[in-house]
């Protein structure tokens, strides 16, 4: 009986049992290859023209039109940025610096004690809920929508070719989007914090600043520097509400410099390279801040 059950169970004599066949697994490897080929592509589309601006910029109007327009100077100088600087450049420098901070500091402070209200009282106040809806209503709003009526505006109280013609626009443009951001960040706080300070006899304007204001400060860097770079850039409103040349922001101010000087490209790229640098700056200052704060939610 044992020889035949080990008939039975053994294989054949000089064969051996075939392996199980392995499932081929899917290694996502394999196509980084066709990823880092895009990525290298869309690196080279964004890094050749700041490469050409910074390189064009430190050559003589001469070399630019007499060597090849990527080749980097032989002799680079800084003659295009003294130009720039003596052309009332710092003038619209400051009149930018202005513009900026006016608008987006209010603008930041308001929309969060705003947002800080509407989710702390918004579920028991059905007047905090409409005011919330109209400031959300702004984000579908555009500003060349109503450009006209700020002009008219801007006119009747007497405010055209100020800056305060500006800011003041600038500002209302900035609220609806930094209400709605801070207002998410705000929300993820869990209340049980919010109900340890009030049993520690906290006002809510202590809560706001010793428990808030901490707790959202990626989101408050974020919507700060997107802000501050919408302002910085913007061109249509310095545009259509200014009008001597001692009101220019740098936008208005490049534009009108490259009509003046339209065969200088040198002179031209050194100012954009001027005007780039304070929002650079900044980005370096707070970039880990607004990291944190645009993949916040992703994390979640």
Do not use: C
Not at 7 to 31: C, D, L, Y
Not at 102 to 114: E, K, Q
Request: proline content about 8%.
């Amino acid at each position: 009986m044992t020889t035949m059950l080990d008939s039975r169970t053994s294989p054949p004599a000089g064969k051996h049992a075939a392996p199980p066949k392995a499932r081929r697994r899917f290694n996502p490897r394999q196509w980084n290859v066709l990823g880092g080929l895009a990525g290298w592509l869309w690196l080279g589309i964004v890094v050749v023209p700041l490469y050409w601006i910074i390189i064009t910029s430190l050559k003589l109007q001469s070399d630019y039109y007499a060597t090849n327009p990527l080749a980097p100077p032989t002799d680079p100088t800084l003659e295009n940025y003294r130009f720039v600087l003596e052309s009332d450049f710092v003038q619209y420098f400051i009149n930018s610096v202005i513009v900026t901070v006016g608008s987006v500091g209010p603008a930041v402070l308001f929309s969060f004690m705003a947002a800080y209200a509407f989710i702390r009282g918004g579920a028991n106040s059905r007047f905090l809920r409409g005011v919330n809806g109209l400031f959300l209503m702004g984000l579908a709003i555009p500003l060349q929508a109503v450009i006209i009526p700020i002009y008219l505006i801007i006119i009747k109280i007497q405010m055209y070719d100020t800056l305060g013609a500006i800011i003041m626009p600038s500002l209302a443009f900035a609220i609806p989007l930094s209400v709605l951001v801070l207002g998410n960040f705000i929300r993820d706080v869990p209340k049980e914090l919010f109900e340890s300070m009030r049993m520690d006899g906290a006002t809510e304007w202590g809560t706001l600043w010793r428990l808030a204001f901490p707790l959202t400060r990626p989101a408050l860097v974020t919507v700060t520097i997107y802000q501050g770079l919408t302002v910085w850039n913007g061109f249509v409103l310095p545009l259509i509400l200014t009008q001597s040349p001692e009101q220019r922001t740098l936008p208005l101010a490049l534009w009108e410099f490259q009509g003046q000087y339209s065969v200088n490209i040198p002179a031209v790229l050194a100012s954009v390279v001027l005007t780039a640098l304070p929002i650079l700056t900044l980005y370096v200052l707070g970039r880990r801040q607004l990291l944190s704060g645009l993949t916040a939610g992703f994390s979640k």
